[in-house]
């Protein structure tokens, strides 16, 4: 490091630390510790990228270690996964190619890393057929490996959370994007907490103002929201208990562009919309779904025809639950 400038050296202090963060998560998971493949392939995509910037002028492989990081701890995936995280735009911005990947990395990494450079780019081409082959090749690897698509969501996730670098146009061109094809593909595979982070920085690149004024009228809220969250969950919790069903109670605050979506649907403003927060409780059985309900409506008055029973009618995904 001694012909280094300051800049580079900083700049490899801070790869280094993003990477031992990484492996410091992984190592946390009930994941196989295979932390040789993983420092292998931050290895050989970091020397890939050497000298290669963002737009935001830090290094490239910062990119690909927060991909990692996202598949790691928010979507909860293992090594190959992460491999492949770290390796995904090798192929697409250097000189290597996929038969390179599988002989230094093996075939199901290399399958993954092809899936991810088929579909890199945008899935909205400037032409009608060029989008339409893009789609298709998205759903094609998707039926392959789901992991491909996955790790896809990943990297437009943290695309989006650094978005504001990039030119207006190119930021409501990526959003669109991102809430007509991505979000929806992160609901149907359940990964809710995602979904809702690429809605809200959909939201807040495609309406702004409307952004600015919601996140500042629930500001003034959100202490009052807290409590109510809070203190419905410690209402719920000793009467379930008191009736000896063993259950988990989860509550949180909803997110931005869902109370725009219902704002805009029903034309109210935000002092008419009342379901500002969820609480969710998850028992073993069926019987005590009901039963939860029956301590919930004793509790407090339902509200008239916002009661859906998506246990006797599930939805045609196949999920069952109660709502209140």
């Known amino acids: 490091m001694d012909n280094l400038t300051p800049k580079e050296i900083a700049d490899e202090e801070m790869i280094n630390q993003a990477f031992h963060e990484l492996l410091n998560d992984y190592l946390a998971t009930k994941h196989r510790k295979r932390v040789e493949i993983i420092t292998k392939a931050f290895n050989f995509a970091n020397q890939a990228h050497k000298g290669i910037k963002r737009r935001s002028g830090e290094p490239y492989i910062m990119h690909p270690i927060a991909v990692a990081s996202i598949v790691c701890n928010e979507i909860g995936l293992g090594s190959t996964s992460i491999c492949a995280a770290l390796l995904h735009d090798v192929v697409e911005d250097t000189d290597y190619t996929v038969e390179d990947i599988e002989n230094i990395f093996g075939p199901k990494i290399a399958q993954i890393v092809d899936g991810l450079t088929k579909i890199s780019g945008g899935i909205f081409g400037d032409r009608a057929s060029a989008q339409a082959e893009n789609f298709k090749k998205l759903l094609l690897t998707m039926s392959n490996d789901i992991r491909v698509i996955l790790i896809k969501i990943a990297d437009r996730l943290h695309n989006m959370r650094t978005l504001g670098i990039f030119r207006r146009e190119k930021q409501i061109r990526i959003a669109r994007e991102t809430i007509e094809i991505y979000a929806p593909l992160a609901h149907r595979l ?41 203190d419905t969950m410690r209402v719920l919790h000793e009467h379930i208990e008191e009736s000896g069903i063993k259950a988990t109670i989860t509550g949180r605050p909803k997110h931005f562009y869902s109370i725009y979506k219902k704002m805009k649907r029903d034309n109210k403003d935000l002092s008419q919309i009342y379901d500002l927060y969820a609480v969710r409780v998850i028992v073993d059985t069926i019987p005590q779904c009901y039963a939860i309900l029956g301590i919930a409506h004793s509790l407090w008055r339902p509200l008239p025809n916002r009661f859906k029973d998506y246990i006797a009618v599930p939805k045609p995904n196949m999920y069952q639950s109660l709502h209140t």
Do not use: S, T
């Open 190 to 230: 359940g990964i809710y907490n995602i979904k809702w982070e690429l809605e809200d920085l959909c939201f807040h690149y495609l309406h702004p103002e409307e952004y600015a004024d919601l996140v500042r009228q629930m500001k003034q809220k959100r202490k009052a929201r807290e409590e109510i969250v809070d």
